[in-house]
């Protein structure tokens, strides 16, 4: 096993490389600044100029290894993964998985309220052990060699936290594909979690729809209906001819930052006004991490997988969910603005739920937009799963 500390250190020549890129930024005709149809061009051009003219990546690398950054081989691959220690008595271990298009930038704000709760006013006795892994092919870890490796996730994530770092039992959270990575986590290695907190019910359980819907599970069927079509349209090309797009994404930094901010925009809770929840440093730091790994192709290696399955896989799946359906206590808290808004109901078909908060406000990307309120409600749920951790 080789386990090693790790600190970000982007060569010049990247830099210098991409100044000269974003200068030579050949934009769309289109001024407008509208988001219906997509990344705002007004917006865009304002976003470059920024990034061009005003913004430090070595002053935002600095404050990413304020944290400490680990890679280890872990099966078949190198992960990334932030590995910060709690600040009380006998911290809880969790992992706390990342999506797309977003990074382990996500949980930035919510490491510290984790690790040092008192710190924030809150209960030494509710602090965590954080891991923050980058999905494999994202940032700083290695991609999966395997096609279908994404099915495997769970399995990677379990050897991570008690092989290499020595963890019998821990937690975990995650959204976006990170609540999938979760769930297939507890549902393969139930004695080794103590419980499940997550932002979202994993989209994957939509494909099948039940015979017996109830009127609530049923509204929430029809209205996601349309999804794949109107607002999950880069879901399929990602699922389907990721090698296409990537060209593009992968030698443009204006192609990509446009790719991924509109994203951004659209499953926040901002009221069309991006910045209102996101800075222009934050949005780019996140670009950033995929630019300076070069990293956009092998980050739609999940969509790939998922797109790619067969029917046998399909099966497969189905029936690990029969033998060993997800029974550690799961936790949602759901925030108004996120990409749907399925009822308790159509949760309790997947999972033991022992907790469902409706939070007042928030979206998809709710570790950066409400860090406080997603803290609090961690540290209330796991909180009577410590004893005997």
Request: aromatic content about 12%.
């Amino acid at each position: 096993m080789s386990l090693h500390s790790f600190e970000i250190n982007v060569p010049d020549s990247v830099l210098i490389d991409l100044r000269e890129r974003l200068a030579t930024t050949r934009f769309s005709d289109d001024a407008a600044d509208d988001w219906s149809a997509g990344m705002s061009p007004a917006y865009l051009r304002e976003l470059v100029d920024y990034w061009q003219s005003s913004y430090q990546w070595r002053t935002h690398e600095a404050q990413l290894n304020r944290f400490a950054h680990c890679r280890a081989q872990v099966g078949d691959t190198t992960l990334h993964f932030i590995h910060e220690r709690g600040r009380g008595d006998a911290p809880l271990p969790i992992v706390l998985t990342h999506g797309f298009p977003d990074s382990f930038l996500r949980y930035a704000k919510l490491i510290p309220l984790l690790t040092d709760p008192a710190a924030h006013g809150a209960d030494p006795r509710d602090s965590f052990d954080v891991v923050v892994p980058s999905l494999p092919g994202f940032a700083f870890s290695d991609a999966l060699d395997k096609a279908g490796g994404s099915f495997q996730l769970g399995a990677l994530w379990h050897e991570l936290m008690t092989t290499v770092l020595g963890y019998e039992r821990f937690a975990a959270h995650g959204g976006d594909w990170g609540s999938t990575v979760t769930e297939h986590l507890a549902r393969g290695h139930a004695k080794s979690v103590v419980g499940i907190h997550l932002t979202d019910i994993p989209f994957w359980h939509a494909f099948q729809k039940p015979s017996d819907p109830s009127p609530a599970e049923a509204e929430y069927l029809d209205a996601i209906k349309d999804y794949p079509t109107t607002k999950g349209a880069y879901a399929m090309i990602q699922g389907s001819r990721p090698q296409t797009l990537a060209a593009s994404l992968n030698d443009s930094p204006a192609g990509l930052a446009a790719w991924i901010v509109e994203k951004f925009q659209r499953w926040s809770d901002c009221d069309g006004d991006i910045e209102s929840r996101f800075s222009k440093d934050e949005l780019l730091t996140n670009v950033m991490l995929y630019w300076v790994t070069q990293t956009i192709g092998t980050s739609f290696r999940p969509y790939y997988d998922l797109g790619q399955a067969s029917i046998a896989r399909w099966i497969l799946e189905k029936a690990k969910d029969a033998v060993h359906p997800t029974k550690v206590p799961a936790a949602f808290a759901r925030f108004p603005k996120d990409l749907s808004d399925p009822p308790r109901e159509w949760a309790e078909r997947f999972f033991d739920v022992e907790r469902w908060t409706e939070m007042p406000r928030g979206g998809h990307f709710a570790a950066m937009e409400e860090p406080e309120l997603l803290a609090a409600d961690i540290r209330e749920f796991f909180r009577p799963l410590r004893q005997g951790n």
